[in-house]
């Protein structure tokens, strides 16, 4: 069945640019453990409403909208067709895409096609996610009934096998330890504590602490994970000619790039160490927007990383540093705020992780940077910004944005 | 034939196209059903793996029991280190992303596949979790008892409308050749036991397994594969009306109306006139809520091979009837077809393509 099976990219499509696009607003939700105060549709218009407000535009300027959500995690189906009233969606082009942890990401990467198809001028892009209203184990449990649903184990087993490996690998011969970790995790939650916006607030934890916490998952303690949040997250994009005539700051879209990869436990040998859908993604989207030492060329960066490990992973797969390097990278602050590189001065998703609208926050946050309204979190001066997606196994998302139209 | 000076500029070619028989028990997993026709509609193209830049598919992890359940078919359609998006819609709606895709100059190539196997679960009573937790799912209702009550509201001033509904079904059945449901007659079906008053089981299109592929490409790079008897996709356009249908838009498709409408936009079609087209209606009455909604008036031809009434399945529907108007224009000059696709309840969500032949 495989034998056919051409697993490599050809070279035109890893590098092949779409119609400029840019994200002319933005806005989300506060998170939190459970906001038991809004419905889901509620969630989602609280994040509309800051984007258009940011955008300066009106509902009806929308042309098109677009929901990342898992419904599953709800327990739905269809969850955009009782939600999309909350983004003024009714009598418009609506849909959703859901492809796990990648889905806020690719949703925008759908919004940044739209807007570049001439077809629309104005697309809205939205996620959200209430895990308080359903139970995500149970939802991300729901894999393969033949051949992994036996010993599906959600989220943190499935990081607790690849980290494993990564960590059997790296910390014996490279050097990265638990307590690079535990310095990744005191990067995030202290980051989180000047974004309102942030579900954990921990502005004063520290490297023992993370290490004294519970260990869920042999090498994973509980501070080393992502939590789950309640959540919404919206960006506005808009066609190269719309976003030119506003003669307005924006975010343009330099690259964008998604892989996918095997989606069974037992053809993800050592996936952490070998993080080859993100390597193939950043390559792409690095070409399409001539990154060549992306330690260099970026200013800032929101990555998608549920576990602490991961991070140290995608420093690697991100070319922030060479393999094995990744500890050196977080003891030398390169990554911290006032580092070389500042990596999620929004505390990232192991501060806020409303699944569905995770990604969508990311680009929210990158593109806040470039228009230099991130306020407390504001990295000085930031003109290219990337933004990544993770999910499923192994799926990942890549997206470059620069202050100047490409 | 649609006039020189109407003929639109073609958003995207079809290069290929494959589904599988539909019946109510395909005793294949989800990823044997999809391979099957991703390997039909890639020899259908003459195209290999790696002739795909993209993958786009449409699924439903409620319908599946799966959580992302795009995860199940990754390999079988070769989206292994390649870009995939999933649309959790009708398949059409995914073939609409994808034009969206190409025209943005993102890739050159897309295959798009769908699949649903409504025999691994009660599939109506999956669909009462597509309703608002809040208002609506309270109720019990599902897609089958919201179509019930659309047709009540449209049978209600309307003395005929239940006999004329067996009509259509026992025509559409009469039609039908290769699927689940084969000929039936008006008494048979007006015989048939009530499922959701005033619609009886025989008027409903039978719901099972199946999977379709579509693989679309630029018009403008020159493809090898792509001759003049090609079909191209002329329009698109999607909606999604209000969910709480009560409200207004039961007995009136206005989101097909809208959804239509900016398809012929982009098609450049001022008179809506086909040689082909096909219906996404489970349900008689539905046939009346879309002939009125598209405008083609009550007296043009539609759904030749019998529409879903001879069987669908889940999700495919839009997909395999934009399968069924490509292979109806192919090798036909200066034609016109239009496929169409449903998501939600009592047509929340609609999409519609526009097809032609230059």
Known sequence: MTSKMTPETTPETTSRAMTPVAIIGSGQTNHAKERSDVSQPELV???????????????????AVIFSNMELFEGRAFPELWVAEGAYGNGKPVFKVATGGTSGTSACIAGFHQAGSGIFDTVLVVGFEKHSEGHTQTGMALVDPFWDRSVASGALGNFALSISQYVSEYMAGRGVTEEHAAQVAVKARRNAANNPHAHLQMPDLTVDEVLASRMLAEPLHLLDMCPQSDGAAAIVVASRDTARKRGKAAAWVHGAATRHDQPYLGDLDRRLVTTRAQRSAAASAYAQAGITKPLRDLDVAEIYEPATYAELAWYEALGFCEDGQAGRLI????????????????GGVLSTNPVGASGVIRVVEASTQLLGRAERRQVDGARTALATGYGVYAWSDVIVLRSEMP | MVPPDERSRALVSVLGTAETKVTFEDPRSIPEMVLAVVEAALEDAALGWHDIDAVVTASVDLFDGLTASSIAVTEVVGAV???????????????????????????????????GKASMAPYWDLTAWAMDPIFLQPLGVNFLTFAGLQAAMLARHDPHAVSRWATTAALRRSAATGGIAGPISVDRVMASPVVASPLRAGMCAPVG???????????????????????????????????HLMI?????????????????????????????????????????????????????????????????????????????????????????GLAHGTWGPAGQGQVVVVAETP
């Not at chain 1, 218009?45 to 042309?63: K, N, S």
């Not at chain 2, 191209?232 to 999607?238: K, N, V």
């Not at chain 2, 007296?299 to 399968?323: D, K, M, N």
Request: proline share 6%.
């Open chain 1, 45 to 63: 218009r609280e994040a509309v409403d800051a984007a258009l407000q940011d955008a300066e535009i009106l509902p009806e300027d929308i042309d």
């Open chain 1, 331 to 346: 003891d030398d602050g390169i990554t911290q705020m006032d580092g070389e590189l500042p990596v999620n001065p929004s």
């Open chain 2, 81 to 115: 280190m390649k870009p995939e998006t999933r649309i959790a819609a009708d398949g059409l709606a995914a073939a609409v992303h994808a034009v969206h895709q190409i025209m943005a100059g993102a890739y050159r190539r897309i295959l798009v596949v769908a699949h």
């Open chain 2, 209 to 243: 397994d199946g999977a379709c592929a579509v693989i679309l490409g630029d018009p403008n790079i020159g493809d090898r594969n792509l001759g003049e008897e090609d079909v191209r996709i002329a329009g698109i356009g999607h909606d999604v009306g209000p969910h």
């Open chain 2, 248 to 336: 207004g838009e039961l007995t009136d498709w206005a989101g097909l109306r809208r959804a239509s409408q900016r398809a012929y936009t982009l098609a450049g079609v001022t008179k809506p006139t086909f040689a082909i087209v096909e219906p996404s209606c489970l349900f008689p009455h539905e046939e009346e809520l879309f002939v009125e909604a598209v405008g083609i008036g009550t007296t043009a031809p539609h759904s030749p091979g019998g529409g879903l009434f001879a069987g669908t399945a889940p999700v495919i529907s839009g997909l395999s009837r934009l399968l069924r108007v490509v292979r109806a224009l192919k090798g036909r000059t200066g034609e016109r």
